[in-house]
DNA sequence: TGACACATACATTCGTGTATGTATATATCA
DNA sequence: TGATATATACATACACGAATGTATGTGTCA
């Protein structure tokens, strides 16, 4: 009951702080991924999670502090879930790969803090000022899936899956490209794009050409 | 003489407007390129140009005009290129289209106003408050790109040289998806991509995988 | 009773838009 | 053709709101 009746200004416990911290996380997600980061505030982030400014910088130093959190949260949920996916090895690596690919795109339909994290990330962030330091965690991120790509494709060619004379270098930035072709194309308009129709047609179109 | 002594505060001659617009215009493409549309401030284009802001509100009513006039010399420049480079008919369309693709991304290698122009449009441009009418524009713009594209690869099939069973609209939203993931990666870091050998290849990949 | 988890209040800076100043190009007229 | 008036192409100055960061207040959990 006095769970229930709660006033407004009530300190709130350890837990509760936590999910303050989480809705302002949210909130931000939102507001970065359809605004974009330079251009949302921080009042804005803090009346779109219910809270004052005061919250904020309580829990986080300044903006930057808050795309930092964020890039943690998506660096943990994200790229792990793909990497593991891959590092199993698998007798079809070829068709393994167009799965994670084609699962990748169609779990955005139903995933709305996945798909804005990845908005956010991939089209809605210049790294600049303060964030400047972002650019090599970011490319570091890069070329280790590349690196994983590459052995993932190497591997394929000695299984006889792929030509003996294929240029792998070519592969994997042809995929990569292809890749974050289709994810800007669908999330710079979700509405527009049947991806769970379509992410399996392109995935199949594209790696059905490789062998 | 009297040219070459011109004192700062001269008045000028129309032409001489015309140049101020395009340096400013011009500061803009760089600065927006690189910090983005909302992080880059009047004075810091006016600064670049050698301008006062006073120039480009002389010029300009604000912000978005200066990125509205940007759409439009872009639109100029760029689209109408392409567009009558693939409205001619040729008798191997694919070959065509992959040529037009490959020298658009070669061209950017020294290109670097084209090359800032595409970055800003296709990277550093999110169409919010004041910007939300280029939304429609731009959808008219791709749309548009996208029938010449459909009748394109309808003409190839009819001329044998797409298997009859090929499902047209997945293969547009997959030529897209390819270019433009190409495009933006290559955007993403110049330096980083050799584009005059990478593009033909690329391309190559893609078309030769098609007929 | 102190540290905690905020809300509130304040100072400062930055960007914008507008108002005004000003020197000259250009049009007009004698 | 030259003198004058006017519009042009800016530069400068000012006023305002928005956003930030910080300082301080406040109630409660532990």
Known sequence: MCQANRRENMRKTKEDALKT???????????????????????????????????????????????????????????????????????????????????LLTSLNDDILKRQALTLFLMKCNYIGEFSDFVAKQKQCKTQAMMLLKQYLE??????????????????????????????????????FDIKDMAPKLMRLFFSKLA
Chains 1, 2 share one sequence.
Not at 46 to 72: M, P, Q, S
């Open 21 to 103: 911290r989480e809705n302002i996380l949210n909130a931000a997600t939102d507001l970065f991924s359809t605004k974009g980061v330079e251009a949302t505030s921080l009042l804005e982030i803090a009346n779109h999670a219910d809270v004052t400014r005061g919250a904020i910088y309580w829990h986080f130093k300044n903006k930057c502090e808050i795309f930092e959190a964020l890039h943690e949260r998506m660096h943990q949920n994200f790229i792990q879930i793909v990497m593991e996916d891959l590092e199993t090895d698998h007798p079809q690596p070829l068709k393994q790969m167009e799965a994670v690919c084609s699962r």
């Open 155 to 192: 591997r394929a060619q000695k299984k006889g899956l792929l030509p003996a004379d294929s240029d792998i270098d070519i592969l994997m930035t042809s995929i990569n490209c292809y890749l974050k072709g289709v994810l800007i194309i669908y999330l710079s308009d979700p509405d527009d």
